[in-house]
């Protein structure tokens, strides 16, 4: 299944159009963000606006962080 991935001077994957994606991972609302380890793991997920996910997103790979 090819992804339509673009990089745009961002520090993380974006994936437009990504419907099929979408369905096969169940994913309900827009933006929804995840963090995904090393060994594929998902470890956060955060789904919606939302005004403190910066904060969340620096505590979430803080953790993950720590644990190397």
Excluded: C, H, K
């Excluded at 096969?24 to 789904?47: C, H, K, L, S, W």
């Excluded at 919606?48 to 993950?64: Q, W, Y």
């Amino acid at each position: 299944m090819p992804w339509d991935v673009i990089r745009i001077g961002f520090t993380y994957w974006l994936l437009l159009e990504g419907d099929d994606v979408a369905e096969d991972y169940n994913i309900a609302g827009i933006p929804t963000m995840y963090i995904i380890d090393q060994e594929v793991r998902i470890t956060f997920v955060e789904v919606g606006a939302n005004p403190e996910i910066g904060d969340m997103l620096f505590s979430a790979v803080d953790s993950l962080l720590a644990t190397e």
